[in-house]
């Protein structure tokens, strides 16, 4: 069964850096778009960005610049290195494929405060 499991999230100051991680099994991992999504209490789940299976990636204008979404095939594993970290970007991030979602993984949270 499809299975997605985030880590890497945790708190960090304003203008800090993390580096977060999706691994993926149960799934045709290198036919799928991934993609990385953020929630916060009381709004839906947003995408952030996708990337392809030949490693072309997609921002939202909102984390362009700051985020850089990777993956390895070989380790079914996606990658979002965030950086200049506001605080506008605390909430649970998560992964999943694209355009049809597996059932969501647990997510990581990501806090940015001072």
């Known amino acids: 069964q499809a299975q997605l499991v985030e880590s890497g999230g945790g708190s960090v100051q304003p203008g800090g850096s993390l580096r977060l991680s999706c691994t993926a099994s149960?799934?045709?991992?290198?036919?799928?778009?991934m993609g990385w999504y953020r929630q916060v209490p009381g709004k839906q789940r947003e995408l952030l960005a996708n990337?392809?299976?030949?490693?072309?990636?997609h921002y939202e204008d909102f984390v362009k610049g700051r985020f850089t979404i990777s993956r390895d095939n070989e380790k079914h594993t996606i990658y979002l290195d965030m950086a200049r970290l506001a605080p506008e970007d605390t909430g649970v991030y998560y992964c999943?494929?694209?355009?049809?979602?597996?059932?969501w993984g647990q997510g990581t949270q990501v806090t940015v405060s001072s």
């Open positions: 999943n494929q694209i355009p049809v979602p597996v059932p």
């Open positions: 149960g799934i045709n991992f290198n036919v799928w778009i």
């Open positions: 990337i392809d299976t030949f490693s072309n990636a």
